[in-house]
Structure formats: structure tokens, C-alpha cells
């Protein structure tokens, strides 16, 4: 079996080069090298030719097949790109609503070629389509190699090659009978509906991402306290809830391995047909089924082997699956559960009675079985991945062993009882209306936990500090060494505790990079927006809270402050009531507690204002609303506030700061055009600038050569993300340069922060 892995551990590497960062014409050439190396393998003996010979052509294998996939079915999509004209599709999955309209996925049908899978857009609401519709629609095609502005493969690892961006509804015709391909699709929405109906609605959102991993119905606050709680991973159907049915249908059908792979294989695939036959679930099912065959075929189970062959099958299918954030992850936790799981399930269980005589003697072993190896599912699954979700998503959540002990056995109930109660609910609505209430319960304390854990301060940290990166090295050769050791009186105390003695130190080290000088000033990467973080003598302040980034702009002013051991700001200044500046102030509310809260005394009748100081007075948040110049002793610094100077809109009657600690001063200016920026120079007194927050995002009409004149600023920080505006201006990055500042600006360079000595 061994050969297999080597084969196939060295064709999945070879792809995820070539996805990753072997340039497309050179995949045909080194695959070429690659098989002559292997070829060369002949002239040595034993298990050397061997290994050489099924590593070679192994790797010639992945890059080949790269490079064909790309030839067969990349490039007649791409060549599609940047047509107009109708187009016929056929409807895949349900449509969505979006900001904008509605998007499907279908498949559209090319005058030559085999179907393309694309995302559509439609500038009306969802229509009434269903999967298994055909649909002719005017639209403009493109390559699905972008998201805002940036090449990704995010499409490509899902299998969409193209978008389209319809115009009008189009002319629909709906088949007899839906093909058999989209049943899964009308399945998992019955599934849906029946989980809405039966369970109670504060319970119903978290039921129906725990099945199907649909998160749309939790709220970005709901979502947020699982992510920055370390259960994010239970709403993404994948290995962890694939596990929790084998290991069930393991204890409840005995020793018997062939009869228990038979059903168990069975019953996974019933589950991915239940919750749509949904990429991540169809790869955890495929992933734990081949760990399941080899009893059925008479051979000794090798999970190494195991594994790296359904990594291959998987990434045959589709090379730019690599890419996939969740096949990676599923990957992981499937790894992470047989390889380290598994053993510490054994030596757990080890003292417990094979065959317990008595009814309760054996309930009493069945939940302890169950509980244990859930724990060790958990362990096991958050120790392979939890580099991932270093690197993707740039944080680490400290409580989450803990709240997956607290919470493990929860999920799984409610897992378990929601899918049975969703399955009677198609037939019996009665019945599982009745089932749903004490599967709701464990739902319901998943939540409540998630919420009361991620307030903590430390809950979750941000891998950007180099403090932490090198922590996380040191646990994971901590835990490496671990594992290598020898002989059974290993002691876990040493590692773990070496392991907690380097947290702390990155903690301090980390703050003390924080509050090392009189004012510390942080723009957060928020995307098209700006939110600046200001912290000095053990105050904490932010000015604007809004952006277009991945996440919520408050959860991440939030998240920045609570990875700092913070949960209060003394002081929120707002500019203006734009969304990019001020859309993320609810998230902020809800999360942290503010103790006071300026804004501009204008647009009385502003919906985004009203939003802001009805939330205020509901929290008890201090307000003030500021017509006039204002000073705050701000820790070891002093913030000047000043007042609306403009007339006409938001931007022009917005607030602007200015920061002073000792010899150093920054300004903040919101979306300050030149006109305003000239009645600051004028009436704002203001000093030499050591460092200068662009106005507008690098707009050409703010950070005028006036105000650079008058100002001279060092530094230049330009909060800006993907935009359509030109942001930020040639002629701005121009202007800085004349003036001699240096330039930094969060789409490339991330949170830019300053600490003035």
C-alpha cells in the first residue's frame, strides 16, 4: 500500500506547485524533467528505484495533468471571456439575493464545447428559477480569475470558470421533471425548510449550518463569536461532522469491521445526498469512505496511504481545488483525526470494560466512548488545523480547546438530533416539531458559550505579530518533538508548559510593542474605508469605523483591541456618517464597551446617524455631538478635535484629528476635500506633521499641495482597498512624493502602525 502513497503524495505535491507557484507554460516541460528523472531511478536497486520511480513519475503525473486540464477546460472558458450577447444556461442550484440583485449558479452551454460552470448575476431580484431550468438571458462574460481586482482562484477551486452578469429576466422554460443531477439541490432546500419549520427561530440559523454549512440566516455577530471562539469550523460541513457519523455508526454496530464499513459507507452517502452533495461534504465523505475500504478489499488499513490517494483522486477532478480554503481544511481535520485522534481515543478508552454486562453498564461505556472520542476528534482536528487558520485568515483563537471540550458534545447532539428531526420533518411535521425541542437545547448553549468566550479578552489573536508567529513555531515543534519521542513515560506537562511560558511572553511582548511609546497609532486594513486605532498610557481610542473588507470593519477594530487583552475604548470619533467610515460602529457596540462617542453635529435626519445614537442610548454610551473645537487629554498624548469647516455634504462637514505626543503630531482628516483642507490650514493652527492620514482614500481632490506645504508630514498612510473611484489618484501618490513623505498604504502593506518615542 506504501507504494500508492508515494505515487500519490508525490502527484498532490506536484499540483499544488503547479496551482501555486510554478508559472502555467513551464508545468510541460518539468513534468518532461520530472519522468526522465524518474527513468534515471533504473540504474539504482531496492527500495531506492522503487521510490524514485513512483516519486518521479508521480510528480510528472500531477504537472501533466495540470497543464491538461488547463488546455481542456480552462482555456475554452477563457476564450469565452468578454463576450456579449444571450446566452443559454441551465439553472444548478437556488438563486440568492445580493446588495446588488440576485446570482445562480448554472451551467452554460457554448455554440462548441462541453457546459461551463458559471456564476450569474442578475440586476433583479431572485427570480422564480429553479435547478433544472433553462434560461436565455442577455449577458457579458468574463474569466472568473478575479475577485475585486485581484487574481484568485477561489472560483476555479469550486469548479466556476466564468461570470456573467445578466441584464433583464430573461426567458425561462422549466423541464417536466428536474434532471437527476439536481435532486441533491431540492433535497438539501426541503432539508432547509423543514429545520426552519420545526425548529424554534433563535435556534433554527445555527441548526441549519451545522447540516448543510449555510450560514446566511446567523447574523455577522452570531458568526463572528463562533469564528473568534475557535467553532467557525463547526458550521463547515466537512470532516469533523463526517466523523461524528462514523463514530457513531462505529458504536452502535460493533466490532464487525466489514459490516460496519458496508453501512457506514452507506450512510455517509445518504448524508452528502441529504445536505446537497455539497463540494466539502462530498470530499469528507469521500475522504473517510476510502479510510473505510480497506477491510472490504482484505487489506491492512495504511491511513498515510489512505489519505494522500483521496488527496489525489480529489485534486484529479480538479487540480485548481488546491486552492480550496475548506479542502485543505477538510484535509486537516480528516489527518489531524486519524493520524493523532485516533491513538489518543485507544489509550483514553483503553481502561474502559470491552464487553460491559448490564443496561446500564453498557449505556454508561457508550456515552463515555462517545464523549471521549468526540474530545479527541476535536484535539485532534484543531491541532492539524489550526496553522491553516493562521495563515488564511491571520488569527488563532486561544479559547478554542477550551470551548471545543465545553461545547464538542453539544454540537454533535445538536447535529445528530437536528438531521433526524429535519429527515422526519419531511414526512412527519408533527412528530419532528416535538424531536427539534431537545435538539434545539445543545444548539442554543453552543451559541450562548460562543457569545460569553469570545468577550474574553486574549480570545482570539492576530498571527500578524511576528510575537505570536513565533509562538505557534514553537508549540508545533514542541508538539513535534512530542510526538517523535520514545518509550511510554513521556510527560505532557513539559511540553505544555513550555508551550504556556512562550504564549505569555508573546503576550508581553506583543503589548509591549504596543504601548512602547506616548501614542501608538494603528490604520487597520478595513478594506476601501478607514479605521484608525490610537492607544497611549493605557487609553484606547478609535477614529471611523468602516471599510469594504473581508470582515465586518467593527469586528475588525474589535478583534484588534480584544487581541491586546482590551475590552473597553475610552473615546470613538466618528468624521462622518459614510458607511465606509462609520458602518462598522453597531458590530463595534455590540462587541466592546465604548466609553464615550463624538460625532459631527450635522444631517440631523442622516439614517445611518439615527442607527448610531439609538444604539448609543440603548447601550448607555455617552454622546456627544461636537459643533465646536475640542481638546481630550488622551493617556501620555492629546487629541484635538476639530469641527464641521465645510458646507454642502458629508465629506466636507465631516470632523478631522490631530494627534500630539511630545514632538510628534498626526492628523486625520476623514474625507476632507482641498477646499476644507485650506480653511484648516487657516483656522486649525496646525503644526509640522510627523505623520498624515490621507484624506479620501488618495482621492485627487484631497491631500492638496496646500496642505502638504503647510504641514510637511514625514509620513503618509493611505487607507484604501479595491475600488472603482481610482483610489488612490496618481496625482496625490505624485504630490506626496514632491513633498518627500514617505508613502504606505494598507492594500499592500496591511494595518501600517506607528509609535511615536
Not at 7 to 22: G, P, T
Not at 99 to 111: E, F
Not at 112 to 126: C, I, K, M, N, S
Not at 614 to 621: D, Q, T, V, W
Amino acid at each position: 500500500m506504501r507504494k500508492l502513497a508515494w505515487f500519490a503524495a508525490s502527484c498532490s505535491a506536484a499540483v499544488f506547485l503547479a496551482v501555486y507557484v510554478l508559472p502555467e507554460g513551464a508545468l510541460v516541460p518539468l513534468g518532461e524533467v520530472c519522468a526522465l528523472a524518474a527513468l534515471a531511478g533504473l540504474t539504482l536497486r531496492g527500495d531506492r528505484r522503487r521510490r524514485v520511480l513512483l516519486a518521479g513519475f508521480g510528480l510528472a503525473a500531477g504537472l501533466l495533468w495540470t497543464a491538461a486540464y488547463g488546455a481542456l477546460f480552462q482555456a475554452p472558458a477563457r476564450a469565452l471571456a468578454g463576450y456579449e450577447g444571450p446566452v443559454e444556461v441551465t439553472v444548478a442550484d437556488w438563486p440568492q439575493s445580493t446588495a446588488y440583485g440576485s446570482s445562480v449558479l448554472v451551467r452554460l452551454h457554448p455554440v462548441e464545447g462541453w457546459p461551463v460552470r458559471t456564476l450569474l448575476y442578475l440586476d433583479a431580484p431572485a427570480p422564480d428559477l429553479r435547478p433544472g431550468d433553462g434560461l436565455t438571458v442577455q449577458a457579458r462574460l468574463r474569466a472568473a480569475d478575479t475577485i475585486t481586482g485581484e487574481s484568485t482562484d477561489y472560483y476555479y477551486a469550486k469548479g466556476v470558470r466564468l461570470i456573467a452578469y445578466g441584464q433583464g429576466e430573461g426567458e425561462t422554460v422549466r423541464p417536466g421533471r428536474p434532471p437527476l443531477w439536481t435532486w441533491p439541490a431540492y433535497v438539501s432546500k426541503a432539508l432547509k425548510d423543514r429545520v426552519a419549520a420545526a425548529f424554534p427561530e433563535e435556534a433554527a440559523p445555527l441548526v441549519t449550518a451545522l447540516l448543510t454549512g449555510d450560514r446566511s440566516g446567523l447574523s455577522d455577530g452570531d458568526y463572528a463569536a463562533l469564528r473568534r471562539s475557535g467553532l467557525a469550523h463547526v458550521i463547515a460541513v466537512s470532516g469533523l461532522h463526517v466523523s461524528f457519523l462514523a463514530g457513531l455508526a462505529a458504536a452502535l454496530l460493533g466490532a464487525r469491521r466489514r459490516r460496519t464499513a458496508v453501512c457506514t459507507i452507506a450512510l455517509l452517502l445518504c448524508f452528502a445526498a441529504v445536505v446537497g452533495n455539497t463540494p466539502s461534504v462530498l470530499r469528507a465523505v469521500f475522504m473517510q469512505s476510502m479510510l473505510l475500504l480497506a477491510p472490504l478489499l482484505g487489506r491492512e488499513e495504511d491511513k498515510p496511504t489512505s489519505l494522500c490517494t483521496v488527496l489525489m483522486l480529489l485534486l484529479l477532478q480538479n487540480p485548481y481545488a488546491a486552492a480550496s480554503v475548506s479542502l485543505q481544511l477538510s484535509f486537516a481535520a480528516v489527518a489531524g483525526i486519524y493520524l493523532f485522534s485516533g491513538p489518543l481515543t485507544e489509550r483514553w478508552t483503553a481502561k474502559l470494560p470491552a464487553r460491559p454486562k448490564g443496561f446500564w453498564a453498557k449505556t454508561g461505556c457508550l456515552a463515555a466512548r462517545f464523549v471521549l472520542s468526540s474530545l479527541a476528534v476535536s484535539l485532534g482536528a484543531i491541532a492539524f488545523t489550526t496553522p491553516l487558520t493562521a495563515w488564511h485568515f491571520q488569527s488563532v483563537s486561544l479559547v478554542g480547546p477550551l470551548v471545543n471540550l465545553l461545547c464538542l458534545w453539544a454540537v454533535s447532539l445538536a447535529f445528530l438530533g437536528g438531521l433526524a428531526a429535519a429527515v422526519l420533518g419531511v414526512f412527519l411535521p408533527g412528530p419532528a416539531a416535538l424531536l427539534a425541542l431537545p435538539a434545539a437545547l445543545p444548539a442554543l448553549y453552543v451559541q450562548r458559550m460562543a457569545d460569553a468566550l469570545e468577550a474574553l479578552p486574549f480570545a482570539a489573536l492576530s498571527t500578524q505579530s511576528v510575537y505570536l508567529k513565533l509562538w505557534l513555531a514553537l508549540v508545533y515543534a514542541l508538539l513535534l518533538l512530542y510526538l517523535l519521542g520514545r518509550g511510554e513515560k513521556k510527560r505532557p506537562l513539559v511540553p505544555l508548559g513550555l508551550g504556556t511560558a512562550g504564549l505569555c511572553a508573546a503576550l508581553v511582548l506583543q503589548a509591549a510593542s504596543h504601548t512602547a511609546g506616548r501614542l501608538t497609532v494603528s490604520v487597520l486594513d478595513v478594506g476601501q474605508g478607514l479605521s484608525v486605532a490610537l492607544l497611549s498610557g493605557g487609553r484606547a481610542a478609535l477614529v471611523d469605523c468602516g471599510g469594504t473588507g473581508a470582515d465586518n470593519p467593527g469586528d475588525t477594530a474589535a478583534d484588534y483591541f480584544q487581541s491586546l487583552g482590551l475590552s473597553r475604548i475610552d473615546l470613538v470619533v466618528l468624521t462622518h456618517y459614510h458607511e465606509d467610515h462609520a458602518g462598522g460602529i453597531p458590530e463595534l457596540l455590540e462587541r466592546l464597551e465604548v466609553g464615550l462617542l463624538v460625532l459631527p453635529d450635522v444631517e440631523e435626519d442622516d439614517p445611518l446617524r439615527r442607527e448610531i445614537t439609538a444604539l448609543a442610548e440603548e447601550k448607555g454610551i455617552e454622546t456627544l455631538l461636537l459643533a465646536e473645537d475640542a481638546d481630550v487629554t488622551f493617556g501620555e498624548s492629546a487629541l484635538r478635535i476639530y469641527a464641521p469647516l465645510g458646507s454642502g455634504g458629508a465629506n466636507e462637514e465631516g470632523l478631522s484629528v490631530l494627534c500630539t505626543a511630545g514632538d510628534f503630531d498626526g492628523l486625520i482628516t476623514g474625507d476632507m476635500n482641498d477646499t476644507v483642507e485650506k480653511r484648516l490650514i487657516k483656522y486649525g493652527s496646525l503644526p509640522d506633521l510627523e505623520l498624515l492620514v490621507a484624506g479620501h482614500h488618495g482621492s485627487k481632490y484631497a491631500t492638496s499641495e496646500e496642505l502638504l506645504l503647510g504641514t510637511r508630514p514625514e509620513l503618509a498612510v493611505i487607507s484604501v482597498g479595491y475600488n472603482t473611484y481610482g483610489h488612490p489618484a496618481p496625482e496625490t501618490l505624485e504630490r506626496l512624493a514632491a513633498a518627500g513623505c514617505a508613502i504606505y498604504r494598507t492594500d499592500w502593506s496591511g494595518t501600517v502602525t506607528i509609535t511615536a518615542k
